[in-house]
């Protein structure tokens, strides 16, 4: 089997196209694993007609989106003419997604995040409370947070030192409080001026990451709304710079460079 392996934003992903009888989330386990596998964060299989990406984590599950896969799916799809359509329509398993190929070399996808939506139920929280600016208690803590939908569910916490470890600890706490259902993504977040943030994400189950295009762009959505910041900003991550901006009609849209770094064959007799 063969894989191709690229890099995005902090994260390495593997990618093979789709083929029938193959036990993938088993496959996923094997490759993905850094010692005695080839290493990286996710295994993507790329399906053709129509276009359709599929993404495994290390244990073998499925996930419903991931922005840093998508922009490695569209580079693999593009590089490899299953399709050279600057604008691609892709099947995720949150449903049709579209991709613009901002530039060829460095390979640069343009991402629509779509619109964030405030509304409770779609961050999976029963109450009628507005979610954005509402304040928690943990323990002696009183918190406020900014949660809203982007991609996902998001939660932006605002802080003087994004390396405060003390605030740093309270992110697998926040990620896994009551108020949500389904958990919550934590984005630390220091307001830099009014055209540049400083971020930190941290996904549950995984930790912190440099998994930044759907964090920065909900970053940008909560300090625009609060009027930190104005019109398109930069957002400084541990690994490099991204970009995002809203357009007239409220859409987030972010551009993320994707390098390729090598590919392989990994026979059937290795896993």
Known sequence: ????????????????????????????????NRIKGIGANRLIVVKEKPLEMIVYDTEGKREVFNPNALVCFSKFVFDNEISRSKEMTILTGAGRTKIEVAAEIPFVARLNLEKPNFNNRMIYVTDSMDSFGRVIRLDNTLLTIYSFNLLGVNTIIFVDDINDENMLKLAPVVAEYKLFSRKTDVIFVKVIDKKNLRIKCYKPGLGFVNNTGSACGAAMVAASKLAYTRGKVTCHLDEGELNPEIDKKGNVFVEIKADKIFECNYSEEEY
């Open 1 to 32: 089997m063969k894989f191709t392996k690229m890099y995005v934003c902090g994260e390495d992903f593997l990618i093979t196209l789709f083929e029938d009888n193959q036990d993938y989330s088993n496959i996923a386990i094997k490759v993905l």
